[in-house]
């Protein structure tokens, strides 16, 4: 992994975590995050996802590609969140190139020189101190880095999943949120290069394999 692909995969993680919060907390009006997608090392984005709380279906879920480098910086998370609630308000006009599908889904890729970004909340602010404070920073990231997510179904969970150097590439991992939880933390970074629970799903770009947990 280079150092310019790796500085992409941290800040995913990082937009994954502050995005964790919408998954309850709608992000816009009634709209909740329904999973944040590391997009292919190419583009050097993020994908998120947004619609109507626990709503699963693809074609009712909408997908935007935010590019994560802007001169020579990286787009904060905070950054991502404001982009998305302009862009998921209004009306919009997309190229046709700038206008397609993944996973069943559409997906919009964002020209943030077009786009006005929302302001900072004071919601965001309170939650960005109140998190800094029960979470704080740490340059250490656990074995298994999680970079993405999509919620599948009401019993499924795809976790996307950087292992650095054990495995190369994004590692997706299908989970089942009922299970043992505690057993499942503990065993998942040396569950990932099972052979016998890994497959290849030919429809989602931003993985290079599946190991399907749902039975762990």
């Known amino acids: 992994m280079t150092y310019e692909h790796d500085e992409i995969v941290e800040q995913q993680a990082d937009i994954t975590g502050l995005l964790l919060h919408h998954v309850y907390a709608p992000l816009i009006e009634d709209q909740h995050v329904r999973g944040v997608l590391p997009a292919p090392p190419t583009t050097g984005a993020v994908r998120v996802v947004l619609g109507d709380k626990d709503e699963y279906a ?15 910086e990286l787009r904060t998370p905070h950054d991502v969140a404001a982009l998305l609630r302009t862009v998921h308000t209004g009306t919009h006009i997309y190229p046709r190139d700038r206008v397609s599908t993944v996973m069943g889904m559409t997906l919009y890729t964002v020209d943030p020189a077009t786009v006005d970004p929302a302001s900072f909340t004071n919601d965001d602010w309170t939650f960005t101190l109140l998190r800094c404070l029960a979470c704080p920073s740490t340059e250490e990231y656990p074995e298994a880095r999680l970079c993405g997510f999509l919620l599948r179904a009401p019993d499924r969970i ?8 054990s495995l190369p590439g994004i590692t997706a991992a299908d989970v089942h949120p ?28 931003h993985c290079s394999r599946v190991v399907d947990l749902t039975d762990w």
């Open 158 to 165: 795809r976790l996307y999943l950087d292992t650095e150097e």
């Open 58 to 72: 693809p074609d009712r879920l909408t997908a935007y590609e935010i590019p994560l480098r802007t001169g020579d």
């Open 178 to 205: 009922g299970g043992a939880l505690t057993a499942l933390l503990a065993a998942l970074p040396s569950l990932l290069d099972e052979d016998r629970l890994t497959t290849t799903d030919t429809d989602d770009p």
